[in-house]
């Protein structure tokens, strides 16, 4: 069954949705890794995005499926590093939104749960998109791993199941049409913010704590 999964900010400022949501169109993965975990410290709000063991519910899919219809301007991106992805949230509350690639030529984005309002239609989010289909980076996991049914890295799994749909988007145009990007440009609707070495060893030593 598909349907719509709304989005929304902690504050409301910024809503869209996730055209046709489900786990047929998408791939739900639990993320443990160190710059996911990162990321939620960066916005100073681990403990209601990650997971008791560190992990970041995602759900990716084509990025051409989201649509932002409130509050667009309250989008902010930032990188941990140059060379990282390009991680979006609003600068009204800090609510992590998706993390994209840092071109638009690559119609992907991995949408964080703490932004799935999957809840105003009294659905579970496995109800919405169905179970976690795999879990990863759990090299990278807080507390006991043993209980974890997780695999240290990527699995070929995720890349066996995201390389169809990705090639498939891209042949669409889907690439054109990211709420992310500007599509005449193909720059970022927002300038993204990288970390200077102060502020990654800053967000890194409260991860690691």
């Not at 749960?113 to 109800?127: Q, T």
């Not at 209980?147 to 990527?154: E, I, N, T």
Request: aromatic share 6%.
């Amino acid at each position: 069954m598909q349907s719509d999964m709304p989005i929304r900010c902690q504050c409301g400022a910024v809503r869209g949705l996730v055209r046709d949501a489900s786990g047929q169109t998408g791939n739900r993965v639990v993320c443990y890794c160190d710059d996911c975990q990162s990321f939620a410290h960066f916005l100073e709000g681990a403990d209601e995005i990650l997971d008791e063991n560190g992990g970041s519910d995602i759900f990716q899919v084509s990025a051409a499926r989201v649509e932002i219809t409130e509050g667009r301007e309250h989008l902010a991106g930032m990188r941990l590093r140059e060379d990282g992805l390009l991680r979006w949230y609003t600068d009204c509350c800090r609510t992590p939104i998706a993390n994209t690639a840092a071109t638009m030529q690559l119609p992907f984005a991995g949408i964080v749960d703490r932004c799935m309002d999957h809840a105003s239609d009294r659905r579970s989010l496995d109800e919405a998109l169905g179970p976690v289909r795999m879990r990863v980076n759990a090299r990278f996991a807080k507390g006991d791993r043993t209980k974890l049914d997780a695999s240290d890295g990527s699995t070929p799994a995720m890349l066996f199941r995201l390389a169809p749909m990705l090639l498939m988007a891209r042949l669409r145009g889907d690439h054109k049409r990211s709420p992310f990007f500007d599509p005449a440009s193909g720059q970022p609707i927002a300038k993204p913010r990288v970390l200077d070495a102060k502020e990654l060893a800053s967000v890194e030593q409260a991860r690691d704590l």
